[in-house]
């Protein structure tokens, strides 16, 4: 710790140089590699993110091309499902899941008055695990031969890998053995990650800073965070049998021996349904943080919200068998699955009457963050209705495997998770950048991916309601299906359209001159009372916090009739640089072992494909990454 | 207790030792779900051998004792470490890790044993989920000698004062939960035979 400082003045000279030398290194590709500031660990994770934003949106256009008219020939039934299979899974691992960890990193700390994360390093290492993770699991692609003759190596049994589909009988080549590795590596990257903000957010809290005074957001954090922790065990367990199946000859799944498929299916649901609301619940969370401040009123029914989310929560973990209705669990079961996925719907819909009641009499202010957050409500509506379409069990039997639960899924994940997702980069993004995102640029976005959304995926919906089976590579023509299909596969193009605009906007932002402001949307929660972007040590003071909503009050009082008034001289002015700048402050060293230990991952996962020495190999690395990691000082 | 110092957490509780906490309980679900894959396909294998062919319940009995009575042991490093015992310290922390070595070698003979009685992992449904069942339990056991050893070179070099004992106590959180997994694992495989 600084404890010098009160006893000698050189030592605050020797302090400042130090801290000097320290925002030097702020600069430069080896910062950023061995950094453990959660801010840039949120950067790197929500750039990495929309990179592959972009890769499963390419992998989708390609899909729409080859289905956008009958008899398609773009891409061959072997390289069909090989792509399907990577969109769905880039899109739920390395696009929903990382950008939600993007948004937990850069803001938990700062939401509740920390100057990190309760582990740094772990923290960095969670990133560096995604990312080896990613590239692991993408590296399949050239396991095929030559990929430059489109000779593909991906998985192909569908991001939910169905065994026995997945048995090296069905699926040869290396593509499921990555895939399942894959998901092991970044399961390591999320529980690493969920553990960290469960302790940041029980054990880190600013004086004052009570779980009820806890911005929404960092309430859907914690309970995402749970659900992480709870969910990824069961996958792995799974993924670690489908492995034994695969290399070792297990029998886990096979039915020759008396194995059943269908414990695959049990376990997968049993984590996937939590997994959907890991997907949702942040954005749910971002929601409701960007609808008070456009609103300019408080979230409506603040522990209703709280309380709905943790009830999803509990709730998810017992209603995964409405994945399973067709699969003859019997008139019992489907009925209490059934009964609790209609349930679930309810603290669904309180949060939707809550964010509605949010809006309602609020002085609204019509900018890019709330528009999309606005499309969420709308969207996400229609995607829970949908859901609730298929918890009735005759109803699901016709639905079962056909594009209207293609329709519902993307309803929920693309308008759901993906809108919440977008309201909350163009409400953050002059936080951590300091650049605001140009206005016009976000509303040509988000119009253009709301109609784009729309016309892709409301077809789909009647696709599936006329009988157009999923996973198939192709149709022949005059079944009612080719004008639907030519509808979707433009509105897809129109989505592309609009990711293209957003590049625009941030490459455009990027070279504006003036600086965004630290409060410019008229923020109600801590991070907006700090500078844009906010300087490594977010707080020079660790503040007290007095109510929800403490910046707002800092800013504004209540006339009698309960509108917001300006405080004279309030918290709502800069503060001055030169007050306390942050010297003295404390911040943990950066470190590279973080990323010598992920790198032992994906080496590991390597040779159990091909070779035991290379396990060694990679074992050997996670050993010098773990050692060097224990035996180095946390902080200097 | 002592604990290393840390900054005032809102819980009380340290850090690390939350996440410890934290860690042990989605370990449940972890072995929750291997257990349950066990339980699932118990009866179920269409070819021998079968559980009873194979198991040698004395001799599991002794190595299930073993390791119930490294968690003794374990509790004697930390109270050593806490009392500032560097002596009792070594001697407890090495005896947990020989007793931990003892026990995995107590499967590794069991493994070999079973194997040259006919059972594999592709054998039949039996081998396949004993195995890897207690495969991962052994897994772990060895991670946490991995551990005490470390803990134990370190307290030769004298780098685990009294100042440092959550090292031992979070150690000894993770080997005490092994040892009860253990036990879970022992009754309901080996003991209650259908």
Redesign the interface.
């Given at each position: 710790m600084a404890r010098a400082i009160e006893e000698r003045p050189s030592a605050i000279l020797e302090a400042m140089r130090q801290l000097r030398e320290d925002a030097a290194s702020y600069r430069g590709i080896w910062s950023w590699i061995t950094t453990v500031d959660h801010k840039r660990i949120g950067i790197m994770y929500g750039v990495t993110a929309l990179a592959f934003f972009v890769l499963g949106g390419i992998e989708a256009l390609l899909i729409r091309l080859q289905l956008a008219t009958p008899n398609g020939e773009v891409l061959t039934p072997d390289q069909y499902n090989r792509i399907f299979t990577m969109h769905g899974t880039t899109m739920i691992f390395l696009v929903v899941m990382p950008l939600s960890a993007a948004f937990f990193n850069l803001l938990t700390p700062l939401m509740i008055g920390a100057r990190d994360v309760?582990?740094p390093r772990l923290n960095a290492f969670s990133y560096w695990v995604f990312l080896a993770g990613g590239l692991f699991m993408n590296a399949s692609f050239f396991t095929g031969g030559n990929i430059l003759q489109g000779e593909l190596g991906a998985p192909d049994a569908g991001w939910f890998g169905y065994a026995p589909l997945t048995l090296s009988r069905f699926s040869p080549g290396e593509g499921v053995d990555f895939w399942a590795l894959g998901l092991l590596i970044l399961g390591v990257s999320s529980?690493a990650a969920g553990?960290?903000f469960?302790?940041t957010i029980?054990?880190?809290?600013a004086p004052g800073m009570t779980l009820f005074r806890m911005p929404l957001f960092v309430w859907m954090t914690l309970v995402t965070s749970f659900l992480i922790?709870?969910?990824?065990?069961?996958i792995?367990?799974?993924l670690?049998?489908l492995l034994?199946d695969r290399l070792?000859?297990?029998?886990?799944f096979n039915v020759d021996?008396?194995?059943t498929p269908l414990?695959w299916q049990h376990?997968f649901w049993l984590f996937g349904h939590p997994e959907v609301y890991i997907l949702i619940l942040p954005a749910m969370g971002i929601v409701s943080e960007v609808l008070p401040t456009f609103a300019r009123k408080p979230l409506f029914g603040y522990p209703f919200v709280v309380f709905s989310g943790i009830a999803i929560a509990f709730m998810s973990w017992g209603v995964w068998a409405h994945h399973m209705y067709t699969t003859g669990l019997g008139a019992v079961a489907n009925s209490a699955f059934g009964v609790s996925t209609i349930l679930i719907a309810i603290p669904t819909g309180v949060k939707i009457f809550n964010w509605m009641a949010t809006l309602w009499g609020g002085s609204i202010s019509i900018k890019t963050p709330l528009l999309f957050a606005a499309g969420f409500i709308a969207m996400f509506t229609i995607g829970g209705l949908t859901g609730v379409t298929h918890s009735v069990v005759p109803s699901d039997y016709q639905q079962q495997d056909t594009y209207y639960i293609v329709a519902h899924f993307h309803q929920v994940l693309f308008g759901g998770a993906i809108f919440g997702l977008f309201a909350g980069i163009y409400y953050w993004y002059p936080k951590f950048t300091g650049k605001m995102l140009y206005e016009g640029l976000g509303q040509l976005q988000f119009w253009t991916m709301f109609i784009g959304f729309n016309v892709t995926f409301q077809p789909m919906m009647i696709l599936g309601l006329i009988g157009m089976p999923r996973r198939i590579y192709s149709y022949p023509g005059g079944q009612g299906f080719d004008i639907w299909n030519l509808v979707a596969t433009v509105g897809a193009f129109l989505i592309a359209f609009s990711v293209l605009v957003f590049i625009i906007n941030v490459i455009a932002s990027s070279r504006r001159k003036e600086k965004a402001e630290a409060d410019p949307w008229d923020g109600r929660t801590l991070e907006w009372s700090l500078p844009s972007p906010v300087p490594p040590y977010n707080f020079k003071e660790i503040p007290t916090v007095h109510a929800l909503d403490d910046f707002w009050h800092q800013k504004y009082a209540e006339d009698e009739r309960g509108r917001p008034v300006p405080v004279v001289a309030g918290g709502s002015e800069e503060e001055e640089e030169e007050h306390g700048d942050g010297h003295g402050i404390h911040m943990p060293s950066p470190s590279f072992f973080p990323l010598i230990a992920a790198t032992g991952l994906p080496i590991i996962a390597t040779g159990l494909i091909y070779d035991p020495a290379i396990v060694a190999v990679g074992a050997a690395v996670l050993m010098v990454g773990i050692?060097g990691w224990?035996l180095e000082p946390a902080t200097e | 207790m002592q604990h290393a110092p840390a900054l005032a957490t809102n819980t009380g509780l340290d850090n690390r030792k939350l996440l410890m906490w934290l860690f042990l309980a989605s370990e449940c679900l972890f072995f929750g779900s291997l257990i349950g894959a066990y339980l699932l396909y118990r009866d179920r294998s269409v070819a021998g051998p079968y559980p009873e062919d194979l198991f040698d319940i004395p001799f599991t009995s002794v190595s299930a004792f073993i390791l119930l009575m490294s968690s003794v042991t374990m509790v004697l490093a930390l109270a050593a470490i806490q009392r500032g015992d560097q002596h009792g310290l070594r001697v407890w922390l090495f005896t947990t890790a020989f007793l931990g070595i003892l026990f995995v070698s107590g499967q590794a003979f069991e493994f070999t044993e079973f194997n040259r009685e006919g059972l594999s992992l592709s054998t039949n449904l039996f081998g396949t989920t004993f195995f890897v069942l207690t495969g991962f339990h052994g897994a772990h056991v060895t991670v946490g000698v991995l551990i005490l050893m470390s803990l134990f070179v370190m307290a030769l070099r004298g780098r685990l004062t009294r100042a440092e004992s959550l090292h031992v106590e979070l150690a000894g959180l993770y080997w005490h939960f092994v040892d009860i997994v253990w036990i879970v694992i022992f009754t309901l495989v080996y003991l209650i035979q259908p």
């Amino acid at each position: 710790m600084a404890r010098a400082i009160e006893e000698r003045p050189s030592a605050i000279l020797e302090a400042m140089r130090q801290l000097r030398e320290d925002a030097a290194s702020y600069r430069g590709i080896w910062s950023w590699i061995t950094t453990v500031d959660h801010k840039r660990i949120g950067i790197m994770y929500g750039v990495t993110a929309l990179a592959f934003f972009v890769l499963g949106g390419i992998e989708a256009l390609l899909i729409r091309l080859q289905l956008a008219t009958p008899n398609g020939e773009v891409l061959t039934p072997d390289q069909y499902n090989r792509i399907f299979t990577m969109h769905g899974t880039t899109m739920i691992f390395l696009v929903v899941m990382p950008l939600s960890a993007a948004f937990f990193n850069l803001l938990t700390p700062l939401m509740i008055g920390a100057r990190d994360v309760a582990f740094p390093r772990l923290n960095a290492f969670s990133y560096w695990v995604f990312l080896a993770g990613g590239l692991f699991m993408n590296a399949s692609f050239f396991t095929g031969g030559n990929i430059l003759q489109g000779e593909l190596g991906a998985p192909d049994a569908g991001w939910f890998g169905y065994a026995p589909l997945t048995l090296s009988r069905f699926s040869p080549g290396e593509g499921v053995d990555f895939w399942a590795l894959g998901l092991l590596i970044l399961g390591v990257s999320s529980m690493a990650a969920g553990f960290n903000f469960i302790v940041t957010i029980l054990n880190m809290r600013a004086p004052g800073m009570t779980l009820f005074r806890m911005p929404l957001f960092v309430w859907m954090t914690l309970v995402t965070s749970f659900l992480i922790v709870f969910a990824m065990p069961v996958i792995t367990v799974a993924l670690f049998q489908l492995l034994f199946d695969r290399l070792y000859d297990a029998n886990f799944f096979n039915v020759d021996k008396g194995g059943t498929p269908l414990l695959w299916q049990h376990m997968f649901w049993l984590f996937g349904h939590p997994e959907v609301y890991i997907l949702i619940l942040p954005a749910m969370g971002i929601v409701s943080e960007v609808l008070p401040t456009f609103a300019r009123k408080p979230l409506f029914g603040y522990p209703f919200v709280v309380f709905s989310g943790i009830a999803i929560a509990f709730m998810s973990w017992g209603v995964w068998a409405h994945h399973m209705y067709t699969t003859g669990l019997g008139a019992v079961a489907n009925s209490a699955f059934g009964v609790s996925t209609i349930l679930i719907a309810i603290p669904t819909g309180v949060k939707i009457f809550n964010w509605m009641a949010t809006l309602w009499g609020g002085s609204i202010s019509i900018k890019t963050p709330l528009l999309f957050a606005a499309g969420f409500i709308a969207m996400f509506t229609i995607g829970g209705l949908t859901g609730v379409t298929h918890s009735v069990v005759p109803s699901d039997y016709q639905q079962q495997d056909t594009y209207y639960i293609v329709a519902h899924f993307h309803q929920v994940l693309f308008g759901g998770a993906i809108f919440g997702l977008f309201a909350g980069i163009y409400y953050w993004y002059p936080k951590f950048t300091g650049k605001m995102l140009y206005e016009g640029l976000g509303q040509l976005q988000f119009w253009t991916m709301f109609i784009g959304f729309n016309v892709t995926f409301q077809p789909m919906m009647i696709l599936g309601l006329i009988g157009m089976p999923r996973r198939i590579y192709s149709y022949p023509g005059g079944q009612g299906f080719d004008i639907w299909n030519l509808v979707a596969t433009v509105g897809a193009f129109l989505i592309a359209f609009s990711v293209l605009v957003f590049i625009i906007n941030v490459i455009a932002s990027s070279r504006r001159k003036e600086k965004a402001e630290a409060d410019p949307w008229d923020g109600r929660t801590l991070e907006w009372s700090l500078p844009s972007p906010v300087p490594p040590y977010n707080f020079k003071e660790i503040p007290t916090v007095h109510a929800l909503d403490d910046f707002w009050h800092q800013k504004y009082a209540e006339d009698e009739r309960g509108r917001p008034v300006p405080v004279v001289a309030g918290g709502s002015e800069e503060e001055e640089e030169e007050h306390g700048d942050g010297h003295g402050i404390h911040m943990p060293s950066p470190s590279f072992f973080p990323l010598i230990a992920a790198t032992g991952l994906p080496i590991i996962a390597t040779g159990l494909i091909y070779d035991p020495a290379i396990v060694a190999v990679g074992a050997a690395v996670l050993m010098v990454g773990i050692y060097g990691w224990a035996l180095e000082p946390a902080t200097e | 207790m002592q604990h290393a110092p840390a900054l005032a957490t809102n819980t009380g509780l340290d850090n690390r030792k939350l996440l410890m906490w934290l860690f042990l309980a989605s370990e449940c679900l972890f072995f929750g779900s291997l257990i349950g894959a066990y339980l699932l396909y118990r009866d179920r294998s269409v070819a021998g051998p079968y559980p009873e062919d194979l198991f040698d319940i004395p001799f599991t009995s002794v190595s299930a004792f073993i390791l119930l009575m490294s968690s003794v042991t374990m509790v004697l490093a930390l109270a050593a470490i806490q009392r500032g015992d560097q002596h009792g310290l070594r001697v407890w922390l090495f005896t947990t890790a020989f007793l931990g070595i003892l026990f995995v070698s107590g499967q590794a003979f069991e493994f070999t044993e079973f194997n040259r009685e006919g059972l594999s992992l592709s054998t039949n449904l039996f081998g396949t989920t004993f195995f890897v069942l207690t495969g991962f339990h052994g897994a772990h056991v060895t991670v946490g000698v991995l551990i005490l050893m470390s803990l134990f070179v370190m307290a030769l070099r004298g780098r685990l004062t009294r100042a440092e004992s959550l090292h031992v106590e979070l150690a000894g959180l993770y080997w005490h939960f092994v040892d009860i997994v253990w036990i879970v694992i022992f009754t309901l495989v080996y003991l209650i035979q259908p």
